[in-house]
């Protein structure tokens, strides 16, 4: 079973920190609180990505900025929230580069706040989702011998049966049970669901042969 989503309160101000958990543990949330960006570095192996991350962006030591690319740094996709009383539109841009869900400025609505939190569950949802998707196909490709791969990879190119099997030097039953067994093991029902899915390994399998 899944587990609930967590959220991550980083602040070093320590009234603003729990002030922050309390709201959101009220809306159901479970929820960890960190001082420093830091701290919660420092606790990286425990992290779940089923969530969101709400970091304040000027505190002692490390930004929240720095921490939101300091994760990016280290393949971490957990969604962030960026929470500041000191915003500028520098400050805006680079966090929405950076992959931030939105930056909020303080104080702030609370229904904003949940609004956002929403957000940056529904996209944790999504991410994890697709890596789950990823890793199917990638094993289901892995598993696959060479001739079926060719296969694989002219039919999501557009060739036809016959193509493929004049482009291969197979006869063309060899083919049409390659293509129904390769549509069967991935569990799709047709060469375009095929390429969707192939699509999530775009860089690590080429389309031509």
């Known amino acids: 079973m899944l587990e609930h989503?967590?959220?991550?309160v980083v602040d070093d101000d320590e009234q603003c920190r729990e002030s922050m958990c309390a709201l959101v543990t009220a809306k159901g949330f479970h929820t960890e609180?960190?001082?420093s960006g830091e701290e919660f570095l420092a606790s990286a192996d425990s992290i779940s990505e089923n969530g969101c991350l709400i970091t304040d962006y000027k505190m002692t030591g490390m930004t929240g900025l720095e921490l939101q690319e300091e994760l990016a740094s280290q393949n971490c996709h957990l969604p962030v929230i960026v929470v500041s009383g000191h915003a500028n539109v520098s400050v805006a841009v680079r966090a929405m580069v950076n992959g931030a869900v939105i930056l909020l400025e303080k104080p702030h609505p609370e229904a904003e706040?949940?609004?956002?939190?929403?957000?940056?569950?529904?996209?944790?949802?999504?991410?994890r989702e697709r890596r789950e998707r990823f890793k199917?196909?990638?094993?289901?490709?892995?598993?696959?011998?060479?001739?079926?791969?060719?296969?694989?990879?002219?039919?999501?190119?557009?060739?036809?049966?016959?193509?493929?099997?004049?482009?291969?030097?197979?006869?063309?039953?060899?083919?049409?049970r390659r293509r129904h067994d390769l549509l069967k093991s991935l569990g799709v029902k047709t060469v375009a669901q095929l390429a969707r899915m192939m699509a999530l390994l775009e860089d690590s399998v080429p389309r031509e042969v």
């Open 113 to 127: 706040l949940m609004g956002a939190i929403d957000r940056a569950i529904h996209q944790s949802s999504q991410l």
């Open 136 to 176: 199917h196909v990638q094993k289901w490709w892995d598993g696959l011998d060479s001739e079926s791969r060719e296969v694989a990879r002219l039919l999501i190119s557009g060739a036809l049966n016959s193509a493929v099997a004049s482009r291969l030097n197979l006869g063309l039953r060899t083919v049409e």
């Open 5 to 8: 989503p967590t959220i991550y």
């Open 33 to 35: 609180a960190f001082r």
